[in-house]
């Protein structure tokens, strides 16, 4: 029997008052491109919460998103506020399974504690000292444990830091306008910082899987802003060409997308470029039922686009990835 997972950046999938396109015509446009994927566990990216009156913000516009497709009636779990209240405002991240999930987690410095740094470009005051502050990731990872026939399957969702420079005080001029390209610099340093930070959380969450078992079923999906051979997805495929240890080759994850034509091998189009920054990673000991990958990019709009405008595209931005897995033992 055949396993598809997919992962698919809905690109702030919100129904707020007034906003354009309007979350039918989101609808409309992305529902077609839901169910083609066919999937059996749907790793889904920035997901926004809804308020409504007397109830805790939930995920309401997903819930109109899924209506009437074979996803409304998949467990599911997604990424909470800090007490488990309710969903975040923003960017949430969402797991849904055709198979039952025993057991979620939601990680964020749980793993790796935020580092300390020291701005060097923030205006300062006369007299005034920068100090040293924690450098923390805003998403946590969505960690699940899913029955799959007679095995666990652990599914990790990503969404890491976009590599846009973070703020740095004093040095924007307007939203857009950077005061000097070294406070750029530094902004981006920062992201950068946070973007690896994340990835190895996520690598020490996968190292603790495999210290239980070292033939898990593990997946890591999501939206990586990085490509295959940058660092923060180097961080979590841990090569033996890079850790120089061959006793850790069991460990090693290994991206689906290098099945795909490289001609065909990119997930979201920027200025003309295409590039894969989504990504499907599994464990060594799925690769024997591993069939093969799609990425559904035929009708992506370049990204750069939307930003030099006011119009916004219905579509995400991003195309959904999926890894096609055979396994005979599941009935």
């Given at each position: ?129 920068q100090k040293a502050k924690k450098i923390t990731w805003e998403r946590p990872i969505l960690h699940a444990r899913i029955s799959v026939g007679d095995r666990v399957l652990d599914v990790i969702n990503l969404h890491l830091k976009s ?169």
């Amino acid at each position: 029997m055949k396993l598809r997972i997919a992962t698919f950046n809905l690109e702030n999938l919100d129904d707020k008052p007034g906003q354009k396109p309007t979350l039918e015509e989101r609808i409309a446009v992305i529902r077609p491109q839901l169910l083609r994927l066919n999937a059996d566990i749907l790793c889904l990216q920035e997901v926004n919460g809804q308020e409504e009156a007397g109830h805790p913000r939930r995920l309401l516009a997903l819930d109109a998103f899924l209506r009437d497709t074979p996803y409304a009636g998949f467990h599911r779990v997604s990424t909470m506020t800090g007490d488990g209240s309710q969903v975040c405002d923003e960017r949430n991240l969402v797991i849904l399974s055709r198979y039952e999930i025993q057991e979620h987690h939601q990680y964020r410095h749980y793993y790796a504690p935020a580092p300390q740094y020291r701005i060097v470009t923030a205006e300062t005051t006369e007299g005034e000292e920068q100090k040293a502050k924690k450098i923390t990731w805003e998403r946590p990872i969505l960690h699940a444990r899913i029955s799959v026939g007679d095995r666990v399957l652990d599914v990790i969702n990503l969404h890491l830091k976009s590599r846009l420079p973070s703020d740095i005080k004093g040095q924007k001029l307007d939203q857009y306008t950077w005061k000097t390209a070294s406070g750029w610099a530094e902004g981006f340093f920062l992201s950068s910082m946070k973007r690896v930070g994340q990835a190895l959380e996520a690598r020490m969450l996968i190292d603790k899987l495999f210290d239980t078992d070292e033939d898990a079923w593990i997946v890591v999906c999501g939206d990586f802003n990085a490509d295959f051979d940058e660092v923060p997805v180097e961080a979590i495929r841990g090569e033996v060409e890079n850790t120089g240890n061959g006793g850790l080759a069991r460990r090693v994850m290994l991206p689906c997308e290098m099945s795909i034509p490289e001609s065909a091998r990119f997930s979201l189009y920027h200025r003309g470029r295409g590039r894969m920054l989504d990504h499907l990673l599994v464990s060594r000991s799925m690769l024997s039922h591993y069939k093969g990958s799609e990425v559904h990019n035929e009708l992506l709009h370049d990204e750069s686009i939307a930003f030099a405008t006011e119009t916004k595209f219905p579509e995400s931005d991003h195309a959904p990835v999926i890894a096609e897995f055979g396994l005979p033992d599941i009935g």
